[in-house]
């Protein structure tokens, strides 16, 4: 059963003291560097495409193809910039792997600018983990002193800074032109494109964004070629991907496995439902995706399974509800999350989803009537692909699907004048009341 | 609304993109954005982020179309802002019109906006000319599902309102935040006073961090803000649109000509906003052009005719009264020695002529000058061999031309105080892009600096050399602009006609004040009839004599301001007919407050009554700009008329009452009548007189003199008038002078060191105490100072532009 998973980004995290230079450099850590310099930026770039290496923070797109966008006729510097800020709600891979594996990100940073001729790269961080910053820092530092950063890198002539940044706390600076402008030191909110990063972005430059676990990939594709990396996971959608299971199961957790792995499979991993009960809805890949039941088990978790189903692959982040959670109450508790993080810009997610929130919460507490449900549908209508960026679109997800799917759950509340769930039931510590 | 106009108005046919919108093919220049492309064939697409002069932002997202085929056979999954999806050939457009999808779309957002918006339309500012109000109308819903019965919900309030500064209000409920007003700040202003704070439903418009409320354009922002949330102070609460009269004018408070327009109601005006001229000022306009208009509205407006009565004072008196006095008095004077006119920089041109022709005619002399300020000789030289008659027409420097020169040189000359729209083009320019700003000023100055304009290091007087030294790297596609502030550094002028000349860049000359180039082309100088006729040549005089249709114009040059000041004071001239004038503006104010006192005679012009009005034999009231229709001509050499907007038959323009006196002169036997009374008779008059087609006089050129030498604590005083500052003009609106930047006299960090936070500068007219700031970049032996932002002013309190001043640290005085 375990040989279906794939430590790859995951190797060291169970070494002692795995996120220290010396343990990652003795599993072959740094060594692809060598075969990278080797190569030229172009070949590594060409491996990377073959790889079939595609965005693993969230949208898929290929990302060698995303580095060969890069006009290297510009004169202006180019940049790399490592998205880092994870902050979707159920998601949790970049920030574990930056914690247990920081030096696979470093190295893949490295072999990523070499490969579009980047000399400054930048890793921003979502600035509330303040312990995955420093460990970032640190492993940087380590690898600066080793000569694996700074100028003249393995004599190769080539020469590498990186600047660790730490956000400000915005789950928009995930947006990759809001990042920029965080990073530049603006108000986070996206950018207006064209022009595209890949043309115009971090001042103004051409710049590569990426998300931490595919900057990671990177060395492992150079260190055992891109044939390998493809001999995973399914036709379109190749490689292996950290997927975080989290709610009701016996072990969450992140589980680095094949594209195209179901969640059957990984909840055998994980240990199965919490005893007792059954899985009610799960996301495939944060709050952002739409939300998916039991009859989806069998799905295989690749971007073209997923969104076969009409959701979406995206971060892989499984949060598994079973049938104690009221969904509305779920639902309620994401809104309330998008409303608090949408940046302003633009109506429909700013005015939306300050609606959206009264309206879920009349619903939750009983009032109102069906058509009530059809009037919010309408309102994400509305949002979703009338916003600025996807933020708007991600905030009507949960609320679409969970009506597609759990219609008759929101006219229970309004028969029942409220919830008709004991919310307590739902929470780690269920059945293990003391009573007095 | 105004329509991106093609540059040059002649667009190549390949450039030319076809697409289809709704159904209509039309053709559009390239990177035409679709919501104007759609103007074009008459849909309006419904919007608020957008803005023809502001970048794209598309934030409202209240424009939304359909686009089923991007033109390249594929359509867009989702609507898309027409605001920032610029034409592709082939595209396929469906607007509101035509598209079930985009008019859910807008109906969705509009929904949206107003679901936080206040229902306070009946006492808000912008109710009726509001674009959310409208486009409420005409593209939402009737009915909120929001905070209806059912619904009921709840809107985010915010305190009302907050003071962004003293001239603007914030009310942050009403804001859509569009972030038009910031984006104007940032793109068009460079003046980051505000920006937006917080996040989502909270995200608000707020007072920038570390940026002090500093803008001569904020105004704009509450002109371009779609909602009631950017008030004004002054204008608050005190109209509704729909009872406003609008008359188009221009703006009197520089030579930049801006178009604005003039909100009146019941013979009072209420409110000045920008007017649109994409050739002029664009859609923007200083505060002071929008704000300082109640010195007219002031108790000291004279409102009738005054004459000195017997016992010494001014009495009240009938206007054919007032003409028959001054008639007498006049034709006296003029027996004593003759008149002088100083007719002041604000008349307008139909005014202007009417001063010229008045003292040819009527006075017999050429004693006529509308310098009220520091001038020279060589200026009256350089006036009348560069500048005079030319304009857009005949190829002089244009506003456009700023945006195309590759180098604007400034010379004597600060734009951002002296010339706001002029610094406001510049910038764009240089946002563009394209132009590269060089002054001639003793320090960088904070407009310079917003257009990272390179600074050559040039204390007072030393202007000429620099000039020199600079024309090596200009050539045909460099602009020189020359202020008026160089008449009074001897030999700058001559170089920038040399430097000029020698590289082929272009000349022009921008006065500070709106009336001095018209009357300049109405014969107000000494030196020059009307049209740009040249006193000293015979032809013209015989040209102008037979167009008036009297036997003969007085042949000597007379004088220029400076000596009919002289003169007077000597007793070689007997009177005096001066309008508009603070003798503290003058060279000289001492000299010029004697020479009042000295005539024989004065009769004194004015909107409001001063210390000029109070010292003359007869007072004539002056309707101002928005009392008479008249011309500027700005410093383009643009002709710029505008009409009256109130109706006030006891507020008439100067030419009115010139008329009458030179009628009753006319009937003692001194020179002939006017021929005109209105403004439409001496417009045509002009129009038949025409312009000069004769040889300009040639500019003699003057040598550069060696500046004084600084020694010891000496320093040689730089000065020129800041926007806002003690200007009569600006008198009446408390709000407007609360945003005058603090006067400071900037020094050297040496003299800053040496001498502390108030110092002290003495000249040969007195000292000033002042606060003082350090300008890292100020040229050694120099300080500057405001001219007109403390007391008297520099030219009365300390000394002259140019002239040395000496510096002491204020003792027992701490800032």
Redesign the interface.
């Known amino acids: 059963m375990t040989d279906q998973l794939t430590p790859v980004l995951t190797e060291t995290w169970d070494v002692e003291q795995g996120w220290k230079l010396a343990p990652y450099a003795a599993l072959g850590g740094y060594a692809a560097l060598d075969t990278a310099f080797a190569m030229s930026p172009d070949d590594v770039i060409t491996a990377v495409k073959d790889s079939g290496l595609r965005g693993r923070g969230g949208a898929g797109f290929p990302t060698g193809m995303k580095w060969s966008f890069i006009p290297q006729d510009n004169p202006k510097p180019k940049y790399l910039v490592v998205n880092a800020d994870e902050s979707e709600p159920g998601t949790c891979k970049d920030i574990p792997l930056m914690m247990g594996n920081p030096h696979v990100l470093v190295e893949g940073v490295i072999l990523s600018s070499y490969a579009i001729r980047a000399n400054k790269a930048f890793i921003y961080i979502r600035g509330e983990v303040v312990h995955v910053i420093r460990r970032v820092q640190a492993a940087v530092e380590e690898a600066y002193a080793a000569g694996h950063l700074g100028t003249d890198i393995h004599g190769s002539g080539y020469d590498l800074d990186v600047v660790v940044h730490a956000g400000a706390g915005?789950y928009?600076c995930g947006e990759e032109t809001a990042l920029l402008e965080g990073l530049e030191g603006r108000?986070g909110?996206p950018r207006?494109r064209p022009p595209f990063p890949a043309v115009a972005g971090l001042y103004a430059s051409p710049t590569v964004i990426n998300n931490v676990e595919s900057i990671a990939s990177v060395p492992a594709i150079v260190r055992h070629g891109a044939a390998w990396f493809a001999s995973m996971g399914t036709e379109k959608s190749k490689g292996h991907g950290i997927f975080s299971l989290s709610g009701h199961v016996v072990t969450p957790g992140q589980y680095e496995a094949p594209l195209g792995i179901t969640l059957r499979e990984l909840l055998e991993l994980a240990g199965g439902i919490r005893k007792g009960h059954q899985l009610k809805f799960w996301t495939p890949g944060g709050s952002s995706t739409p939300l998916l039941t039991a009859e989806h088990l069998d799905v295989p978790l690749d971007f073209e399974g997923v969104g076969a189903v009409g959701s979406m692959l995206g971060t892989r982040a499984l949060q598994i509800f079973d049938e104690t959670v009221c969904v509305v109450r779920a639902v309620l508790r994401w809104t309330e999350f998008y409303?608090?993080?949408?940046?302003?810009?633009?109506?429909?997610c700013?005015?939306?989803?300050?609606?959206l929130v009264?309206?879920l919460t009349?619903l939750e507490n009983g009032q109102?009537t069906e058509a009530?449900l059809d009037?919010l549908l309408d309102?994400c209508?509305?949002?979703l692909?009338?916003?600025?960026c996807a933020l708007g679109d991600g905030a009507t997800s949960p609320i679409s699907s969970s009506i597609a799917h759990f219609r008759d759950e929101y006219l229970a509340h309004l028969s029942h004048g409220g919830c008709p769930f004991d919310a307590t039931r739902s929470t780690a510590w269920s059945g293990q009341e003391v009573t007095a | 609304m105004s329509v991106q106009q093609a540059s040059a108005g002649q667009v190549e046919k390949s450039d030319l993109v076809t697409v289809t919108i709704d159904g209509v093919q039309v053709s559009v220049p390239k990177d035409t954005l679709v919501i104007r492309a759609a103007e074009q064939i008459g849909v309006q697409v419904p919007r608020f982020c957008d803005h023809p002069l502001l970048a794209?932002?598309?934030?409202?997202?209240?424009c939304?179309v359909d686009v089923p085929d991007a033109g390249n056979g594929r359509g867009f999954?989702?609507?898309q802002a027409s605001c920032?999806l610029p034409v592709a050939e082939g595209m396929v457009v469906s607007t509101q019109v035509t598209s079930q999808v985009a008019d859910?779309?807008q109906q969705?957002?509009m929904?949206?906006?107003l679901?936080?918006h206040p229902l306070d339309c009946p006492v808000c500012d912008k109710g009726g000319e509001c674009p959310l109000q409208n486009q409420a109308m005409s593209n939402g819903q009737g009915a909120s599902?929001?905070s209806d019965d059912?619904?009921r919900?709840?809107k985010?309030t915010f305190p009302k309102p907050i003071n962004l500064s003293p001239t603007v209000l914030l009310d942050r409920e009403r804001c859509?935040?569009c972030q038009r007003c910031t984006r104007f700040a940032d793109e068009i202003a460079g003046d980051p006073f505000i920006?937006?704070l917080?996040?989502?439903?909270?995200?608000q418009i707020g007072i920038a961090q570390d940026a002090p409320f500093l803008s001569y354009f904020s105004g704009n922002v509450i002109q371009i803000c779609p909602v009631g949330a950017l008030t004004s102070e002054q204008y608050r609460f005190r109209s509704r649109p729909f009872d406003l009269v609008s008359t188009p004018g221009v703006a009197e408070h520089d030579a930049c000509g801006s178009a604005i327009r003039v909100d009146h109601r019941r013979g009072a005006v209420m409110r000045r906003q920008s007017g649109n001229d994409p050739l002029v000022n664009e859609e923007w306009i200083t505060d002071k052009d929008r704000f300082a208009f109640s010195y007219a509205q002031g108790d000291d407006r004279l409102t009738y005719p005054q004459v000195r009565d017997d016992d010494g004072s001014l009495r009240p008196a009938s206007w054919p009264e007032a003409f028959t006095v001054a008639a007498r008095g006049l034709a006296a004077a003029r027996a004593a020695g003759g008149v002088g006119v100083l007719t002041g920089g604000r008349v307008s041109v139909e005014d202007a002529y009417a001063y010229a022709k008045f003292a040819r005619v009527a006075l017999g002399t050429n004693d006529i000058d509308f310098r009220a300020r520091p001038l020279s000789e060589e200026e009256t030289g350089f006036l009348g061999a560069h500048v005079v008659l030319t304009g857009p027409e005949g190829g002089g420097v244009t506003y456009a031309d700023l945006e195309s020169a590759t180098k604007v040189v400034l010379v004597g000359l600060e734009p951002e105080d002296e010339a706001g729209a002029v610094f406001l083009r510049l910038r764009k320019s240089f946002l563009a892009g394209g132009t590269e700003v060089i002054a001639l000023a003793p320090f960088t100055t904070r407009g310079l600096a917003k257009m990272s304009g390179r600074l050559v290091p040039t204390a007072p007087g030393e202007e000429p050399a620099a000039l020199a030294a600079l024309a090596g790297e200009l050539d045909a596609t460099s602009v020189l602009l020359v202020g008026e502030r160089l008449a009074t550094v001897p030999g700058a002028l001559s170089a920038a006609a040399a430097a000029a000349s020698s590289s082929g860049a272009r000349l022009a000359w921008i006065p500070r004040r709106a009336g001095d180039r018209g009357a300049l082309e109405a014969g107000c100088l000494p030196t020059l009839l009307p049209g740009g006729r040249p006193v000293a040549d015979a032809g013209a005089r015989v040209d102008v004599a037979t167009a008036w249709g009297v036997p003969a114009l007085p042949e000597t040059p007379g004088r220029d301001a400076d000596a009919i000041v002289a003169a007077l004071g000597a007793g070689e001239l007997g009177g005096l007919v001066v309008g508009g004038i603070d003798p503290d503006d003058t060279s000289d104010p001492a000299a010029t407050r004697a020479a009042l006192a000295a005539a024989s005679f004065v009769v004194a012009f004015d909107v409001r009554r001063t210390e000029v009005t109070d010292l003359a034999d007869v007072v004539f009231p002056v309707a101002p700009t928005s009392d008479k229709s008249g011309t500027f001509v700005n410093w383009e050499g643009r002709v710029r008329p505008w009409e009256a907007a109130l109706r006030n038959p006891a507020s008439l323009p100067e030419l009115r009452a010139l008329s009458g006196i030179a009628a009753e002169l006319a009937g003692l036997g001194q020179g002939s009548p006017l021929g005109f009374r209105t403004v439409e008779e001496a417009r045509t008059e002009m129009a038949q007189l025409g312009p000069w087609d004769g040889a300009r006089t040639p500019l003699v050129e003057v040598r550069a003199q060696v500046g004084p030498a600084t020694e010891g604590s000496a320093l040689r005083l730089a000065t020129w008038k800041q926007l806002l500052d003690n200007g009569s003009m600006q008198d009446g609106d408390k709000y407007l002078k609360a945003t005058a930047r603090t006067p400071v006299a900037l020094v050297t960090p040496a003299l800053y060191d040496a001498h502390g936070p108030t110092i002290t500068l003495t000249g040969d007219r007195g000292s000033v105490t002042l606060p003082a700031e350090i300008a890292d970049d100020l040229v050694e032996g120099v300080v500057w100072v405001p001219s007109n932002s403390v007391g008297n002013g520099v030219l009365a309190d300390l000394a002259s532009a140019g002239t040395t001043v000496t510096i002491s640290g204020a003792e027992g005085v701490h800032g």
């Open positions: 915005a928009i108000r909110q207006l409303k608090h993080e949408s940046c302003g810009k633009c109506t429909p700013r005015e939306g989803t300050w609606w009264q309206a009349r109102g009530d009037q309102q209508d509305n949002i692909g009338r916003s600025f | 794209p932002v598309g934030a409202c997202r209240q939304l999954p989702k609507p920032t859910k779309a969705g957002v929904e949206l906006l679901i936080n599902r929001f059912r619904n919900g709840v985010r859509i935040v920006e937006l917080e996040r989502g439903a909270h995200q």
